[in-house]
């Protein structure tokens, strides 16, 4: 009888060596019938690889395992369920899983990402179904009702950007699913489409239904090759169940500003990732110049679930005017990195403690930065700021994208500060002077005051000002984030 083995094909897991344990696995098994399937990963990063069987008595886990624990593995049975030091059970009840309430990444490590039948056995595609049975109007309407905002970082209402879509009247309209993700400490984007591919496909081809396009692309970050792999295998083997909807996947050019919309749609046409001026709005004038639906991977994640449970479902998570579900993402020097799907409305410091168990040196955490390279960087004393959209505008901070970089009481954040600016500067596409030029004189200001020259810490908080409200998109527009934070919350570093 075959036995059924889950081995991470994540890009993660590769990285620490799963593809190593599978290989090895075949070989020192040989004699058993192994039936090996690559799955995504949990997002429990430090017990990565994991790998689970499935036994008579249910699936459970051992992690991490490597190629030198694959004997021990073996001798103990493990394909039955034996007892081994690296035995984890059954890995969903792990307290950093079962506080979870997962919505749009629920079948990530739990699936075969490459089979249609799996991912519709795990309740996929009754959004789909519900969809082809509603009005492109009551579509949109479901999806307004339920809150759902932009999970790439602005936040826009996903509801209104659908409407406008679907009120401008086009003989062709585009759906273009935004992949590129850039930011530091993400990699929600990713584990999503290497672990569940097909939630992203269904997400999309119900926006096509909503607004009446039969076109989509998806703009994958070129450091993602095995996303790229995976959401092209998904989009073979979807087949009819799209219907007329046609998917084409396109490899980013690896620009970070290729993330702000209007720069991923001149890299779409082929043409050099420049931000373009607004209005028009890519809504009214996007894609080749036709109405385009722009939204995030985890967005789209999102729709299929609203649908399929109704937009009360979705409404009744969250806090505020922050709806559903985010995906968190711990990295920096944090103890246990990984993924926490949660609701708005837990804090900060619960993230970091509770699922994180603080940092990774045993240090005491000085200072958090969240939502990317551009996001502030926030004390200890605002650890227990809500994590909701609203909240923490009113702090001067951003959620982004939901990555969440944690740094220890050895952090010199005059050297982050610095780091922001040269960061916008390697990344700036040069149209606009404020965000080409300003990041440029930053580093060099920031320089001088690292060196004594303290008088000049008015005429970089000056230049901050002039990036945020002259800055063409949110590159530049952004950047003094960082900046101004670490100069407002850690000023003895600048001494």
């Known amino acids: 009888m075959s036995i059924t ?66 004997p021990g593995l073996l001798e103990a049975g493990f394909t039955q369920g034996g007892q081994h030091p690296l035995f984890l059970g059954d890995i969903e009840t792990h307290p950093y899983l079962a506080r979870q309430q997962r919505v749009s990444l629920k079948r990530v490590g739990l699936i075969d990402p490459r089979s249609l039948s799996d991912y519709l056995a795990y309740g996929g595609g009754k959004g789909l179904a519900n969809a ?107 087949g009819e ?51 385009t639906v722009i939204n995030n991977v985890i967005s789209f994640a999102s729709v299929p679930d609203i649908l399929a449970k109704g937009a009360a479902f979705y409404q009744d998570l969250g806090v505020g005017r922050s709806r559903g579900t985010l995906p968190f993402q711990l990295a920096g020097n944090i103890k246990y990195g990984g993924l926490i799907e949660v609701p708005f409305g837990t804090t900060l410091r619960e993230l970091l403690y509770d699922y994180g168990g603080g940092a990774h040196s045993g240090r005491p955490l000085r200072a958090v930065q969240v939502g990317g390279p551009l996001g502030a960087y926030l004390p200890e004393s605002q650890f227990d700021t809500v994590l909701d959209y609203e909240a923490f505008a009113a702090i001067g901070a951003v959620l982004g994208h939901g990555g969440i970089v944690a740094f220890d009481d050895s952090v010199d954040l005059s050297l982050q500060a610095r780091y922001a600016m040269a960061f916008c500067a390697h990344e700036s596409c040069g149209k606009c002077t404020p965000c080409r030029i300003g990041s440029v004189r930053g580093v060099e200001v920031i320089e001088r005051i690292r060196a004594g020259e303290n008088k000049l810490i008015p005429l970089l908080r000056s230049l901050c000002d002039t990036m945020t409200h002259g800055s063409l998109c949110a590159m530049g527009g952004m950047t003094p984030y960082p900046v101004l934070s670490a100069l407002n919350h850690f000023p003895e570093d600048f001494q």
């Open 241 to 291: 169940w799209l219907g007329d909807f046609r998917i084409i996947v396109r490899l980013a050019a690896g620009a970070y500003v290729c993330g702000e919309e209007t720069a991923m749609l001149e890299s779409l046409e082929g043409k050099r990732g420049i931000v373009r001026s607004k209005p028009p709005l890519p809504a009214i004038n996007g894609l080749f110049g036709m109405p």
């Open 5 to 70: 083995v889950y081995i991470p094909g994540d890009a993660a897991a590769l990285s620490l060596g799963a593809e190593e344990v599978c290989n090895a696995l075949r070989q020192a098994a040989a004699p058993l019938e192994l039936n090996i399937v690559r799955n995504g990963s949990r997002g429990l990063y430090w017990l990565e690889p994991l790998l689970e069987v499935v036994t008579p008595s249910g699936r459970v886990a051992y992690g991490p395992v490597t190629v030198a624990d694959l």
């Open 132 to 238: 082809l049975k509603l009005t492109p109007a009551e579509i949109v309407q479901q999806i307004t009702d339920s809150g759902l905002r932009g999970r790439g970082g602005a936040a826009f209402p996903t509801g209104i950007k659908w409407k406008t879509v679907l009120d401008t009247a086009s003989k062709q309209k585009y759906i273009v699913g935004n992949a590129d993700e850039g930011d530091s400490g993400t990699f929600a984007d990713r584990m999503l489409m290497e672990g569940d591919p097909f939630c992203l496909l269904e997400g999309m081809a119900i926006a096509g239904l909503a607004v009446g396009a039969t076109i989509g692309y998806i703009y994958v970050r070129s450091e993602y090759p095995h996303a790229y792999a995976a959401l092209n295998a998904a989009i073979a083997k979807a």
